[in-house]
């Protein structure tokens, strides 16, 4: 596992070298495929569209698909869009309370700069990414 305080880091540096490396114009899967060969070649443990489901009192009541979750802690939801609004925020935190985990990175890479925009559901953990 990769200490916490330098996963993060890691992270947005695999996805600068995609985002330089592709530009925009993308579909958000290119991205998704792209940044997943960073992560391997950079020896990041990752596990791309993975599956979580919401409960409501003990029942499930849906799913849904993380586009990419690296070494158990950090939630990674990628966009390809002209910019971010409040509702790709609220996703983030959503599927971060359904996931469990506390820190998740929203990255767009449909502008000619990386979007990133960090995201922390508990900030009592002392583990924060």
């Not at 939630?75 to 509702?87: D, H, N, T, V, Y």
């Not at 599927?95 to 925009?117: K, P």
Request: with cysteine; net charge neutral.
């Amino acid at each position: 596992m990769i200490g916490t305080e330098r996963l993060s880091e890691r992270v947005l540096k695999c996805a600068q070298n995609v985002s330089h490396g592709l530009g925009a114009g993308f579909l958000e899967r290119v991205y998704e495929k792209a940044l997943c060969i960073e992560f391997a070649e950079a020896g990041i443990p990752f596990q791309c569209q993975q599956p979580y489901v919401i409960s409501y009192k003990g029942q499930a009541v849906g799913h849904y698909i993380a586009d990419i979750v690296v070494d158990d802690k950090l939630l990674i939801e990628l966009k390809a869009l002209s910019g971010f609004s409040k509702e790709h925020d609220a996703q983030v935190m959503n599927y971060l309370r359904a996931s469990g985990l506390t820190v998740g990175l929203l990255l767009n890479f449909g502008v000619t700069r990386l979007g990133i925009r960090r995201k922390v559901w508990n900030y009592d953990d002392k583990n924060i990414i």
